[in-house]
């Protein structure tokens, strides 16, 4: 018998998604779940905020927020996650109801379901298992900050402040039947261009262009491959230059520029040879582009390894306990391995191997982002299956029937 209330649910991820906290600015959404978890009657000796924003590379407000619930029965401890940042474009979102969906009212907004819907799951969940007394194992909930700029808030927990679960579950986007089991890697690239500067219209030829050596590295990338989507053989990669600044006036020969670029490959070999296309075309473009006295550009180039790719099997024990949850509400559980970058990643990297559910968002990262919220109820009711430890039973029958695998990007 299912004990979710659907009006609370609801009411639950629209508040939260009403909540302005992008990544490094989640305070008012972690204190949002506080007050809740204090409402609830859950004692402060079994609630955190860690510290790890003080050790990301991007500071921020607050750490995570973990709660560690004694079990009521025996049974290995089970960890629900799911991350409390938004990107920037969904500050101010204002959520509206339109049938089965939840939209952001205001057009220019994306609406954030990304991923206040999984934190609003987890919440969800562990009121219920409060309110209705329900029997349960020993219990994480997991609520990590800055996800969307390189899972930094999942990267720096640390794994013994989780209370060592043996099934992890995390909550972030698509349908309730799905099952992500693995996700790509990834490295942040930062690249400066140094030319030499001279007046554009007196003497352009005493200077060295970094534009000029920027837009020639990108043009090499381009045209060999590199950029984009790729594809050399049997490898497959992506990778996107998405950040250019430089420049302070069209008189001056641009001296210095900076870029931001990254790559992406599950296969680990491969994005380093990215990585290394990348250096090549930006260390080369430097020295094309001459001053007339003879003077090449440089390069700084730092390659810095956001995440790991990994793939969990079908019998990881997590992976069969969700698909049995999935298929416990009449759904039939379809895997997938991601094209971008999950909290899993690190979790599975940390030694907790981590499948990532849906929980009916859609469009994400885009004005045109929508909640579904048939969906996010399902995934309120798995959720609340996992918790309690209801589908232990028959696990092995809960494989994926015909090892669906499918791609999504994020």
């Not at 007050?35 to 510290?51: E, M």
């Not at 924003?53 to 560690?68: D, P, Q």
């Not at 007196?202 to 491959?225: F, K, R, V």
Request: hydrophobic share 40%; net charge neutral.
């Amino acid at each position: 018998m299912t004990h979710i209330d659907e009006f609370a649910a609801i009411k639950l991820v629209t508040d939260l998604i009403s909540i302005p906290g992008k990544s490094t600015q989640e305070g008012r959404v972690v204190q949002f779940l506080r007050d809740a978890l204090k409402r609830a009657g859950v004692p402060d000796s079994q609630v955190t905020i860690d510290d790890a924003n003080k050790r990301s590379s991007a500071g921020g407000e607050v750490g995570n927020l973990i709660v560690k619930l004694p079990g009521t029965k025996r049974g290995p401890r089970r960890l629900l996650m799911a991350h409390v940042d938004t990107v920037p474009l969904a500050v101010g979102a204002k959520p509206v109801r339109d049938g089965d969906l939840i939209k952001s009212a205001d057009p220019n907004t994306a609406l954030g379901g990304d991923d206040r819907s999984g934190a609003a799951v987890i919440l969800n969940t562990l009121l219920a298992v409060l309110k209705h007394k329900l029997p349960h194992p020993p219990l994480t909930f997991f609520w990590p900050v800055q996800e969307e700029i390189g899972l930094l808030g999942a990267r720096h927990v640390q794994p013994r402040a989780l209370g060592n679960p043996k099934l992890c579950f995390n909550w972030d986007g698509g349908p309730a039947h799905a099952a992500a089991i693995g996700a790509t890697g990834a490295y942040d690239i930062h690249i400066e261009v140094f030319g030499t500067p001279a007046h554009a219209g007196a003497h352009p030829e005493q200077g060295a262009s970094a534009i000029a050596m920027a837009s020639l590295a990108i043009a090499d990338l381009t045209t060999n491959g590199w950029h984009g989507l790729i594809v050399k053989g049997k490898h497959r990669g992506t990778s996107n230059i998405g950040i250019i600044n430089g420049g302070d006036a069209t008189n001056v020969v641009t001296s210095h520029v900076q870029l931001r670029a990254e790559a992406r490959s599950h296969d680990p070999k491969f994005r380093t040879k990215i990585v290394n296309a990348f250096r090549e075309a930006f260390t080369k473009a430097a020295q094309q582009v001459r001053t007339d006295a003879g003077q090449p550009g440089r390069v700084d180039f730092q390659a810095e390894h956001k995440y790991e790719s990994f793939r969990l099997a079908l019998t990881e024990p997590s992976v069969v306990t969700a698909c049995a949850a999935i298929r416990s509400i009449g759904l039939e559980p379809e895997t997938r391995v991601s094209n971008g970058g999950l909290d899993a990643n690190w979790l599975t990297a940390h030694g907790l191997p981590t499948v990532t559910l849906g929980c009916g968002q859609s469009a994400i990262h885009t004005t045109d982002e929508v909640l579904h919220v048939p969906s996010y109820l399902q995934a309120c009711e798995i959720a609340l299956r996992l918790a309690r430890q209801e589908v232990l039973a028959n696990v092995a029958a809960s494989l994926p029937r015909g090892g669906a695998m499918t791609t999504d990007a994020r």
